[in-house]
Protein backbone atom coordinates (compact mmCIF):
# COMPACT_ATOMS: atom_id res chain seq x y z
CA UNK A 1 0.00 0.00 0.00
CA UNK A 2 1.73 3.54 -1.06
CA UNK A 3 1.79 5.92 1.52
CA UNK A 4 3.15 9.79 1.81
CA UNK A 5 3.69 10.84 4.78
CA UNK A 6 4.21 15.16 4.55
CA UNK A 7 5.87 16.94 7.46
CA UNK A 8 6.81 20.91 7.56
CA UNK A 9 4.14 22.94 7.50
CA UNK A 10 3.24 25.62 9.75
CA UNK A 11 2.96 29.65 10.16
CA UNK A 12 5.12 31.67 9.39
CA UNK A 13 5.53 35.33 8.98
CA UNK A 14 5.95 37.04 5.63
CA UNK A 15 9.65 36.73 4.27
CA UNK A 16 10.20 33.53 6.10
CA UNK A 17 10.99 29.97 4.90
CA UNK A 18 9.41 26.56 5.74
CA UNK A 19 10.81 23.33 3.89
CA UNK A 20 8.09 20.24 3.82
CA UNK A 21 9.41 16.50 3.47
CA UNK A 22 7.78 14.04 1.72
CA UNK A 23 8.39 10.48 2.15
CA UNK A 24 7.08 7.70 0.47
CA UNK A 25 6.68 4.19 1.58
CA UNK A 26 5.01 1.04 -0.77
CA UNK A 27 5.77 2.61 -3.77
CA UNK A 28 8.86 1.91 -6.15
CA UNK A 29 10.25 5.41 -5.74
CA UNK A 30 12.81 5.17 -8.76
CA UNK A 31 11.77 6.61 -12.00
CA UNK A 32 8.51 8.18 -10.83
CA UNK A 33 7.20 11.78 -10.11
CA UNK A 34 6.73 13.39 -6.80
CA UNK A 35 6.05 16.57 -5.80
CA UNK A 36 3.56 19.09 -4.30
CA UNK A 37 -0.03 20.50 -4.91
CA UNK A 38 -1.82 23.25 -3.08
CA UNK A 39 -5.40 24.19 -2.44
CA UNK A 40 -7.34 26.78 -0.87
CA UNK A 41 -11.01 26.78 -0.01
CA UNK A 42 -13.09 27.67 -3.08
CA UNK A 43 -10.15 26.74 -5.69
CA UNK A 44 -8.99 23.98 -7.82
CA UNK A 45 -6.16 22.35 -6.95
CA UNK A 46 -2.87 23.23 -8.37
CA UNK A 47 0.45 21.60 -9.14
CA UNK A 48 3.33 23.82 -7.18
CA UNK A 49 6.52 21.71 -7.92
CA UNK A 50 7.32 18.39 -9.11
CA UNK A 51 10.42 16.38 -9.81
CA UNK A 52 11.04 12.84 -11.84
CA UNK A 53 12.83 10.78 -9.61
CA UNK A 54 14.55 9.01 -12.26
CA UNK A 55 16.39 11.89 -13.86
CA UNK A 56 15.78 14.85 -11.83
CA UNK A 57 13.73 17.19 -14.16
CA UNK A 58 11.57 19.36 -12.28
CA UNK A 59 8.73 21.47 -12.77
CA UNK A 60 7.35 24.77 -10.96
CA UNK A 61 4.33 27.10 -11.25
CA UNK A 62 5.06 30.60 -12.58
CA UNK A 63 3.88 31.82 -8.84
CA UNK A 64 6.72 30.14 -7.44
CA UNK A 65 9.94 30.14 -9.65
CA UNK A 66 12.90 31.32 -7.93
CA UNK A 67 11.77 30.89 -4.87
CA UNK A 68 10.85 27.21 -4.14
CA UNK A 69 13.23 24.81 -4.69
CA UNK A 70 12.19 21.12 -5.29
CA UNK A 71 14.40 18.40 -4.23
CA UNK A 72 14.80 13.98 -3.86
CA UNK A 73 17.02 11.92 -1.40
CA UNK A 74 16.83 8.77 -3.10
CA UNK A 75 18.30 6.96 -0.05
CA UNK A 76 15.46 7.70 2.03
CA UNK A 77 12.48 8.03 -0.79
CA UNK A 78 12.44 11.38 0.25
CA UNK A 79 10.99 14.77 -1.51
CA UNK A 80 11.64 18.23 -0.21
CA UNK A 81 9.98 20.82 -0.84
CA UNK A 82 12.40 24.12 0.23
CA UNK A 83 10.15 27.73 0.16
CA UNK A 84 11.85 31.29 0.80
CA UNK A 85 10.46 34.39 0.50
CA UNK A 86 7.20 33.40 1.34
CA UNK A 87 3.87 35.54 0.84
CA UNK A 88 0.71 35.58 2.54
CA UNK A 89 -1.01 34.45 -1.01
CA UNK A 90 0.93 31.18 -0.68
CA UNK A 91 -1.03 30.30 2.22
CA UNK A 92 -2.75 26.91 1.59
CA UNK A 93 -2.92 22.77 2.54
CA UNK A 94 -0.25 21.21 0.16
CA UNK A 95 -0.59 18.06 -0.42
CA UNK A 96 2.17 15.75 -1.68
CA UNK A 97 1.41 13.78 -4.61
CA UNK A 98 3.01 10.74 -6.78
CA UNK A 99 2.58 8.96 -9.52
CA UNK A 100 4.29 6.18 -11.95
CA UNK A 101 5.30 8.19 -15.07
CA UNK A 102 6.57 11.53 -15.59
CA UNK A 103 5.45 15.29 -14.94
CA UNK A 104 3.12 15.37 -17.55
CA UNK A 105 1.37 12.39 -15.98
CA UNK A 106 1.52 14.01 -12.61
CA UNK A 107 -0.04 17.32 -13.46
CA UNK A 108 -3.01 15.39 -14.99
CA UNK A 109 -3.88 14.22 -11.11
CA UNK A 110 -5.51 10.75 -13.20
CA UNK A 111 -3.74 8.26 -11.27
CA UNK A 112 -1.77 10.16 -8.61
CA UNK A 113 -1.51 9.27 -4.95
CA UNK A 114 -2.07 11.69 -2.25
CA UNK A 115 -0.51 12.47 1.28
CA UNK A 116 -2.87 13.67 3.70
CA UNK A 117 -1.66 17.45 3.46
CA UNK A 118 -0.19 19.70 5.04
CA UNK A 119 -1.34 23.51 6.31
CA UNK A 120 0.85 25.77 5.57
CA UNK A 121 -0.26 29.71 6.61
CA UNK A 122 2.10 32.92 5.50
CA UNK A 123 0.69 36.17 8.01
CA UNK A 124 1.66 39.65 6.48
Known amino acids: QVQLVESGGGSVQAGGSLRLSCAASGYTYASNCMGWFRQTPGKAREGVAA????????YYADSVKGRFTISQDNAENTVYLQMNSLKPEVTAIYYC?????????????????WGQGTQVTVSS
Open 97 to 113: AATHGGIGSWLTQNNNY
Open 51 to 58: IYTGGGST
